[in-house]
Nanobody, 124 residues
Framework: QVQLVESGGGLVQAGGSLRLSCAASGGTFSNYVMGWFRQAPGKEREFVGAINWRGSSTYYADSVLGRFTISRDNAKMTVYLQMNSLKAEDTAVYYC?????????????????WGQGTQVTVSS
């Protein structure tokens, strides 16, 4: 059983940056593809990006490509989401998730474990 805890959310002005962290415990972190999702009020949860187990490959939604960067430190059992050039439409609760899989997925149902989420609010 893997437990995930996100941190780093907050209020930022448009054009600013935030870095989210997701600390894992209770499992073999390097076995998991790690993903980031977000959910804005009144909207469905959407894929933001993912990173493979080694950290050698990353995948992003078109809406964040070029602005967000995912990385991971397997020794620290932590995955990061660096968010730059933030826009008001990036406002959402951000979740990290772990998939017991060799391959990444944009589907939320492919992920086995979820964190509780962290709020990101971008003021325009």
């Amino acid at each position: 059983q893997v437990q995930l805890v996100e941190s780093g959310g907050g209020l930022v002005q448009a054009g600013g940056s935030l870095r989210l962290s997701c600390a894992a415990s209770g499992g073999t972190f390097s076995n998991y593809v790690m993903g980031w999702f977000r959910q804005a009020p009144g909207k469905e949860r959407e894929f933001v990006g993912a990173i493979n187990w080694r950290g050698s490959s990353t995948y992003y939604a078109d809406s964040v490509l070029g602005r967000f960067t995912i990385s991971r430190d397997n020794a620290k059992m932590t995955v990061y989401l660096q968010m730059n050039s933030l826009k008001a439409e990036d406002t959402a609760v951000y979740y990290c998730a772990a998939a017991d899989s060799l391959y990444y997925s944009r589907r939320s149902d492919a992920y086995n474990y979820w964190g509780q989420g962290t709020q990101v609010t971008v003021s325009s």
